[in-house]
């Protein structure tokens, strides 16, 4: 895909339309099949909504920002928007709301959809105007279809019964064979972090700004699942030095004793996806781990995680170059690079995608998981809050933790190498895992 600056309107509105049906058909896909009407509307957990409430919530976002602001088209269903509001009701209470029921929702998306297309090619791309410059709110829509799609990929894992959904075709991956190094050297010195120019790019990533970092040691590959057991066989869950006290306290009221969806049977660890009880492949990322999981099995190895900026220098600066990439590769999305957009259900095993390596030979920064990093969810210097507050802003401060890298379920229009996600520390039913830092000046 060419950088969506080297696009003229013409082009770039082509390219709208088809992501906007490849999501839509992603969206579809994560809602229909094996789910039956109960299924749809019921809630799996607390943190989660139902999944019909997704459905039309992508839809009814979709009709305020590209029919209503892009279009100037008046609302088709006013009465809904408190609904679909997620300030407005938290998860736990949208089972009670009255929503909208499974075929409503999807006439109600498609006919948003239909009236999109046909107001899309009336709607200019004005450079003075930050809404409609470059496309920005038809790629922020595009991307927060799939970022609720990425929400949904999380119900589906959470839910009982029969399995909803099938792993694609792909071809088979392999673990690294030892060549690659532990760690990766990454030296002292500025870098550019966040963007000023990327057109899709959210406010939380923005200004482009420099920062200057001593060196320090990353991990060459994401923490594995053969790793993380030896954490918990060497008793690192029963061990509180190796715990933030609020960490301590969690996995004690929650009885936390390994990564969600993991069980040990007959002396073999086992984990549950998408309704699968299966063998832990040892050679893939661990995930669904929390914040604090990861900074306790980080303390027990001599290390720690690394703050978001390194995070971001490691994934895109180029030392040769001077400059930052979007991508750890390049500028431009590649196919074949990473294990990103739901092509498989799974990590990848550690190594798989060698030519998704950083300029400084960090692999797999992008796709597989979600990498946890020590840093609280900030703004960056000259922050302004782009299109309304509640996408960034109203987040910012201490309770958040940022993760960067996004997972096999994110889609390459969601995540680049300036994307921000936070959440809090104990979560873990999402996509979640970690690779580790440390200081250039220790020794080993």
């Known amino acids: 895909m060419a950088p969506l600056t080297d ?14 049906g490849a999501v839509r058909d992603r ?3 994560l809602t229909t099949g094996a789910l039956d009407v109960d299924e749809l509307t019921s809630q799996v957990s607390p943190l989660m909504s139902p999944l019909v409430w997704d459905l039309a919530h992508v839809g009814n976002y979709e009709e305020l920002w590209l029919l209503r602001e892009a279009a100037g088209i008046d609302p088709m269903r006013p009465e809904i928007d408190t609904l679909y509001d997620a300030f407005e009701h938290p998860r736990a209470e949208r089972p009670s709301l009255p929503l909208l029921p499974p ?24 450079d003075d105007d930050p809404l409609t410059a470059g496309g920005f709110v038809y790629g922020m829509v595009v991307q927060h ?43 002292a010195g500025p870098f550019e972090m966040g963007t000023s120019d ?35 066989e060497a008793g690192g869950y029963d061990d509180p030095r190796w715990w933030h006290p609020q960490g301590w306290e969690w996995r004690n009221a929650k009885g936390r004793r390994a990564p969600g969806f993991w069980t040990r049977e007959g002396g073999q660890w086992l984990r ?15 995930q669904h781990v929390s914040f604090y ?27 040769d170059a001077q400059r930052s990439r979007r991508f750890p590769w390049g500028d431009a999305y590649e196919e074949g690079r990473a294990n990103l957009g739901q092509q498989r259900l799974r990590p990848a095993p550690v190594g798989s995608f060698p030519g998704g390596a950083s300029a400084y030979g960090v692999h797999q920064m992008l796709g597989d998981v979600w990498e946890w990093t020590s840093s609280d969810f900030t703004p960056y210097p000259g922050f302004t809050s782009f299109p309304y507050k509640e996408y960034s802003e109203v987040f910012f401060g201490p309770d958040y933790k940022v ?28 996509f979640t895992g970690f690779r580790c830092a440390r200081d250039a000046m220790e020794t080993r």
């Open 272 to 286: 549950r996806r998408f309704g699968r009880t299966e063998p832990l492949p040892l050679d893939e990322p661990v």
């Open 145 to 187: 279809e799939h970022q609720h799609d990425e929400t949904m990929l999380a119900t589906h894992q959470l839910r009982k019964g029969t399995p909803a959904l099938l792993d694609p075709p792909d071809g088979a991956l392999s673990a690294h064979d030892g060549s690659l190094p532990a760690e990766v050297l990454i030296e």
């Open 7 to 20: 696009l003229d309107e013409h082009a770039l509105k082509e390219l709208i339309a088809n992501e906007l």
């Open 103 to 126: 075929d409503e929702a999807r006439a109600y998306i498609g006919t948003v959809r239909a009236k999109v297309l046909d107001s899309l090619s009336r709607v200019r791309f004005r």
């Open 293 to 319: 999981e990861a900074d306790a099995y980080a303390r027990w190895a001599g290390k720690r995680l690394p703050t978001e900026a390194e995070w971001e220098k490691a994934a895109r600066w180029d030392p």
């Open 27 to 29: 969206s579809l896909g």
């Open 403 to 430: 993760l960067r890298g996004g997972s096999w379920a994110t889609h390459p229009l969601a995540v680049r190498g300036t994307f921000r996600n936070w959440d809090y520390p104990i979560r873990r039913q999402i």
């Open 198 to 232: 990327d057109p899709w790019a959210y406010d939380n990533e923005r200004s482009a700004h420099i920062v200057d970092l001593p060196a320090y040691y990353l991990d060459t590959t994401p923490v594995t699942n053969r790793a993380y057991i030896a954490f918990v």
